[in-house]
């Protein structure tokens, strides 16, 4: 196989990369146009980390990492079947069983994938159904600064919204069974866990949280629970706050500590979906996003957005912004399209550097913590005077299911970054279409030109891989394989696939995708039936 695009990928890498010399650590930098860090090294005010040399940083993850750059190091020994291999490694599908015929499932299966870049992966991903409410969550978290917020949040979000969404009658039976020390009722049933669970030894502590919480919500004196969007705009407020307090409550247990600490002091966006029925409902706290693909009725196909990113580049949030803060920073809170110059995303879990006063972040590193160790440093940005500047308040957006609603795809920035919406449905309708499911007829309904040459691409690539039985995997292949025009490259797919791993952040992100495929039939039936 030619290494001709590996070879240009590697030039262009060595050409933009900064490399900061410290000890044992490399800090790297950044700086290709197309894809960026969401934390980057703030250059402009030096940061002297201990045992090391000075250098322009904020925390970031110290990388004890292949970092060869030699061509004659870097070789392309993937064939078809191994490049099949790595990209659905983290495939997983699940179809959904209507076990109360008298209530249709508006769900009839996912399917979603993941493809690291970070090393660890940073992204998390997770669907439950609620047992003692009805609904299906599906949500995706993209950490930022380490991966432990990612799997905190991962784990935990969901049993919040589920809590908020008892009656007070259920809630008085959880309350019962913890003071007379019997089990609890089931919460969810996880149909996709987020991974292997590093925080065992303190789900007390978060158990413990949980209780306090839906203590409250018993004390609301609530007969039916609040509703959906009240628990999804609560539940990300309640346990962001809950992370913070959790490191700075005194904990007596060394492990707690450290986990505690890492989870505040690392950060999550988030994007979760609820769907009873016909009820959709999405909540986002930054630049992950969802999607609908829709079908109307003359064959035509759609993408309609459900959440907005928010960062810089949108201008509600940058207004929402600097009502937050005196006029005096209005030039300051974004610098060079970055909260504060550092985080891209305006909101997010954890990253408690930018939601502390400076006397408090002094106060709880001043505890004994071997921050060194937990890849953990001070830092606060220049022109920082009115915290917090970030929250996990997120948007929720309501959608009322219609026949024509054809699937829904969350995912975190590393597929947006590469595919735009309109790309990501005709990508899906495509791999719907090679399965024999939409099929559509080009023949019997107006021409879309932009969906005809994505059919006519899909169908010449189609001869040099395997089909993919998964449309998450579908959509990462593409977003890391396909050219400027679309067009997929198998020698582009596999370098991008071999990158030794401190230059494969340079060229794109963690990716995790869940695509979720409504049942039309279902939904139709309710609105006749209704």
């Not at 064939?79 to 495939?91: D, F, H, K, M, W």
């Not at 928010?310 to 201008?315: E, K, L, Q, Y």
Request: proline share 4%; net charge negative; aromatic share 8%.
């Amino acid at each position: 196989m030619s290494s001709t695009v590996s070879c240009r990928i590697l030039n262009s890498a060595r050409n933009h990369l900064a490399t900061f010399q410290g000890g044992r650590r490399l800090y790297s930098r950044c700086i290709s146009n197309r894809n960026q860090s969401k934390w980057r090294l703030f250059s402009r005010v030096p940061l002297t980390l201990k045992n090391s040399s000075p250098c322009g940083g904020f925390a970031l993850r110290k990388a004890y990492r292949h970092t060869s750059t030699e061509e004659e190091d870097f070789h392309l020994q993937l064939s078809p079947e191994q490049v099949n291999e790595v990209l659905r490694a983290g495939e997983s599908a699940h179809k959904m069983i209507d076990l109360n015929s008298a209530v249709p499932n508006s769900v009839l299966r996912f399917e979603s994938n993941q493809l690291a870049a970070n090393s660890p992966v940073e992204d998390r991903r997770g669907v439950a159904s609620c047992l003692q409410t009805s609904g299906l969550m599906f949500g995706i978290f993209d950490g930022h600064g380490g991966h432990a917020c990612a799997q905190a949040v991962s784990e935990r979000l969901f049993y919040y919204v589920a809590v908020s969404l008892m009656s007070h009658q259920t809630l008085e039976q959880m309350e019962g069974a913890m003071e007379n020390m019997k089990p609890l009722l089931p919460i969810l049933q996880w149909l996709k866990h987020p991974g292997d669970s590093i925080y065992k030894d303190v789900t007390s502590v978060h158990l413990d949280h949980l209780r306090v919480y839906w203590q409250e919500l018993l004390d609301l004196h609530m007969e039916m629970g609040l509703s959906i969007e009240e628990a999804l705009m609560y539940s990300f407020q309640r346990l962001d706050s809950d992370i913070s307090l959790e490191i700075q409550a005194p904990l007596e247990d060394e492990v707690a500590k450290n986990l505690s600490l890492q989870v505040a002091f690392s950060g999550a966006t988030a994007c979760m979906a609820h769907v009873n029925g016909v009820h959709l409902h999405v909540a986002n706290a930054g630049d992950c996003r969802a999607i609908l693909g829709v079908q109307e009725d003359n064959g035509m196909w759609s993408c309609l957005p459900l959440t907005c990113d928010h960062n810089a580049w949108n201008p509600s949030e940058l207004s929402r912004l600097k009502r937050e803060h005196p006029e005096s920073e209005d030039k300051t809170i974004i610098i060079d399209d970055r909260l504060l110059g550092v985080l891209m995303p305006c909101r997010a879990f954890g990253d408690v550097q930018l939601k502390w006063s400076k006397e408090l972040q002094r106060n709880v590193l001043e505890r004994g913590f071997d921050t060194e160790a937990l890849n953990i440093y001070q830092f606060t940005p220049p022109h920082y005077y009115t915290p917090p500047y970030l929250t996990a308040k997120p948007e929720v957006t309501y959608h009322r299911l219609r026949p024509q609603d054809k699937f829904l795809v969350l995912a975190s920035d590393g597929l947006w970054d590469m595919l735009g919406n309109e790309d990501v449905v005709r990508l899906v309708v495509g791999h719907l279409s090679k399965a024999g499911c939409h099929k559509p007829d080009l023949a019997q309904r107006p021409a879309n030109l932009g969906l005809m040459q994505s059919l006519l691409l899909q169908r010449k690539a189609s001869g040099l891989h395997a089909a993919d039985q998964n449309a998450a995997t579908h959509l990462i292949r593409h977003a890391i394989g396909s050219n400027e025009y679309g067009e997929m490259e198998p020698e582009r797919l596999t370098a991008m696939l071999t990158l030794p791993e401190d230059l494969a952040r340079m060229y794109r992100d963690d990716i995790t995708v869940t695509v979720v495929y409504f049942n039309s039939d279902s939904i139709d039936a309710y609105y006749k039936g209704s």
